[in-house]
Nanobody, 127 residues
Framework: QVQLVESGGGLVQAGESLRLSCEAS????????MGWFRQAPGKGREFVAG????????DYADSVKDRFTISKGNAKIPVYLQMNSLKPEDTAIYFC????????????????????WGQGTQVTVFS
């Protein structure tokens, strides 16, 4: 079964950092564009960051620019999200996603662009 599994979430104080990982069940994900989304309590899912298949192009939500960094990894863990200077408003469940498009150089910011999703990892930031 094709799966994405996020890890690295946790409870941190404002100003601290976390690094999220997204582990894939098959190696093909390293050739796909990928993204991170989040969903806060009572809110819809929102785009956080996206990356092209080779990592050459990235995009970020304005709310996380200059604090978060998305990067490509390897076949086992194809995407990471480094989160620095965390704020209480970053509290959410974070999901990784993959678009089934081999060697696609695009970056995608809408959830309907992605076919594969993980179950999410909780990030809680307290002040």
């Amino acid at each position: 079964q094709v799966q994405l599994v996020e890890s690295g979430g946790g409870l941190v104080q404002a100003g601290e950092s976390l690094r999220l990982s997204c582990e894939a069940s098959i190696g093909t994900f390293i050739t796909y564009p990928m993204g991170w989304f989040r969903q806060a309590p009572g809110k819809g899912r929102e785009f956080v960051a996206g990356i092209s298949w080779n990592g050459g192009t990235t995009d970020y939500a304005d709310s996380v620019k200059d604090r978060f960094t998305i990067s490509k990894g390897n076949a086992k863990i194809p995407v990471y999200l480094q989160m620095n200077s965390l704020k209480p408003e970053d509290t959410a469940i974070y999901f990784c996603a993959a678009r089934r498009a081999i060697f696609d150089g695009g970056v995608y910011s809408h959830d309907y662009d992605y076919e594969y999703w993980g179950q999410g990892t909780q990030v809680t930031v307290f002040s």
